[in-house]
């Protein structure tokens, strides 16, 4: 399987209380509502930034990340590329992501413990 990591920036206007449900209750449900989705992600996992820091660590720079699960690396591409994904959900993300100050990984995980 391969992984699609996407790390989130909170959209300037919101906190990160605002930014979590948003992300968890309207987000997700719009996502996983498209068919492609259906057809194509695995597993879809969000994970948000907790208030803590650790000593020698530089402060957090994202607020969450979002991690998809694929077969191939074609599937990440029928999802992103779909027209229902460009449509309805892409308008959806710039409602509540720093789109700009994202970033994100294609990997394929090895498993060490």
Not at 32 to 57: D, M, N, R, W
Not at 102 to 107: A, D, K, M, R, Y
Request: negative net charge.
């Amino acid at each position: 399987m391969v992984k699609f990591s996407i790390f989130l920036r909170k959209h300037s206007t919101m906190n990160q209380e605002e930014f979590v449900h948003y992300h968890k209750t309207i987000h997700a449900k719009l996502f996983t509502s498209l068919k492609v989705v259906q057809e194509h992600v695995i597993k879809y996992v969000q994970c948000h930034a907790l208030p803590v820091s650790i000593p020698g660590f530089p402060e957090m720079y994202y607020d969450g990340i979002t991690e998809l699960w694929f077969r191939d690396e074609e599937s990440i591409a029928k999802v992103f590329g779909a027209d229902e994904y460009l449509m309805l959900v892409r308008p959806d993300e710039e409602k509540f992501i720093a789109m700009n100050e994202c970033g994100f990984l294609i990997t394929k995980e090895y498993p060490v413990i």
